[in-house]
């Protein structure tokens, strides 16, 4: 594999586990969450991120979006949660969200 392709698969791989090993619980929904915000702000806190298709990374935005706490998200995207792995609602006792993050990286 070259590296540009390993950076993008070990890329999908973290964010997978970011949607499978979060906390659990959050009201999901989308409330007023910035799709386009939230891709941007996913690809700029990973930098193994930055080579995956705007497809895949918009898929797994709209799970975090659909299954994630909307207040937590809304932290990921204001700097007060510092990370994916953080946002709740994410964890791998989601089943739903877990086979959604799965979907996109396939």
């Known amino acids: ?3 540009v392709l390993r950076s993008s698969v070990l890329g999908l791989a973290a964010m997978t586990l ?3 090993l979060s906390a659990c619980g959050g009201d999901g929904g989308g409330g007023g969450i910035d799709k ?3 891709v941007a702000k996913i690809k700029a806190s990973d930098p193994d991120l930055k ?3 705007e497809k895949t990374l918009a898929c797994l935005a709209d799970a975090v979006i659909k299954y994630g706490d909307q207040g ?3 932290g990921f995207l204001d700097g007060s949660v510092a990370s994916v792995d953080d946002i709740k ?3 791998k006792e989601n089943k739903e969200a ?3 993050g799965q979907k996109c990286v396939e």
């Open 36 to 38: 386009a915000a939230l």
């Open 89 to 91: 609602g994410l964890g």
């Open 18 to 20: 970011a949607l499978g």
């Open 1 to 3: 594999m070259t590296d």
């Open 51 to 53: 080579g995956i298709p």
């Open 98 to 100: 877990e086979a959604a």
């Open 72 to 74: 937590s998200v809304q």
